[in-house]
C-alpha cells in the first residue's frame, strides 16, 4: 500500500474514533440530564401526592359549608337574643 492508502486509512480511523468519543460524550451527557430531571420528577409527584390530601371532595366541602352556616345562623340568633333583651 502507498503513502496515499495509509494516510486515508489513518483520517478514516481518526473521523471513526473522533466520532466515537463525541457519540460517549454526548450519551454520557444526556443520561446525566435524564438522571436529573427523573429525579426532580420523583419529587415532584411526592408533592402532589402531599398535597392531593389537602383537597376536598365536593361533598366535603357542602358538608363544611353547611356546618359553618349552622353555627353563623347560631351566633346571629344569640347576638340577636341578646339586643332585644338588652
Known amino acids: ?3 496515499l492508502g495509509w494516510s486515508a486509512i ?14 460517549i460524550y454526548w450519551s454520557a451527557k444526556i443520561t446525566t440530564l435524564l438522571d436529573v430531571v427523573q429525579s426532580e420528577l ?3 409527584t411526592a408533592e402532589f ?3 392531593r390530601e389537602s383537597y376536598v371532595s365536593k361533598e366535603q366541602f357542602t358538608y363544611r ?14 347576638i340577636d337574643k341578646l339586643k332585644a333583651g338588652a
Open 49 to 51: 401526592k402531599i398535597m
Open 42 to 44: 420523583k419529587e415532584l
Open 1 to 3: 500500500m502507498n503513502g
Open 10 to 23: 489513518i483520517t478514516l480511523a481518526i473521523f471513526v474514533l473522533s466520532n466515537i468519543a463525541c457519540l
Open 65 to 78: 359549608i353547611a356546618q359553618s352556616d349552622k353555627e353563623h345562623s347560631a351566633m346571629w340568633g344569640r
